[in-house]
């Protein structure tokens, strides 16, 4: 059974960081690309960051230069970390497993609340 756990969300203040973590665990985790994604009331889910298994990486053009993704492979385990949060910011953080590049599955956390405010 695969499972994608998150953690590490709550509240901030604005300037303020945080550093989410997603566990996986039943699937061969080195061969995913890992991403995380937001979705904040009313929006759509959002690519926020992404990790490919050769560790490419792309980020939203939103958070550029304030957050950073990064995985250990022998901890099952993709990070973000976030620095300099917003309001704008305050979202569900999804992380997310896509094997669809090598015919594998699509997964997804039940995600974690990241909350910016003052």
């Known amino acids: 059974q695969v499972q994608l756990v998150e953690s590490g969300g709550g509240l901030v203040q604005p300037g303020g960081s945080l550093r989410l973590s997603c566990a996986a665990s039943?699937?061969?985790?080195?061969?995913?690309?890992m991403g995380w994604y937001r979705q904040a009331p009313g929006n759509q889910r959002e690519l926020v960051a992404r990790?490919?298994?050769?560790?490419?990486?792309n980020y939203a053009d939103s958070v550029k230069g304030r957050f950073t993704i990064s995985r250990d492979n022998a901890k099952n385990t993709v990070y973000l970390q976030m620095n300099s949060l917003k309001a704008e910011d305050t979202a569900v953080y999804y992380c997310?497993?896509?094997?669809?590049?090598w015919g594998l599955g699509d997964y997804w956390g039940l995600g974690t609340q990241v909350t910016v405010s003052s």
């Open positions: 039943g699937i061969d985790f080195k061969l995913y690309p």
């Open positions: 997310n497993a896509n094997g669809d590049v």
């Open positions: 990790i490919n298994s050769n560790g490419r990486l």
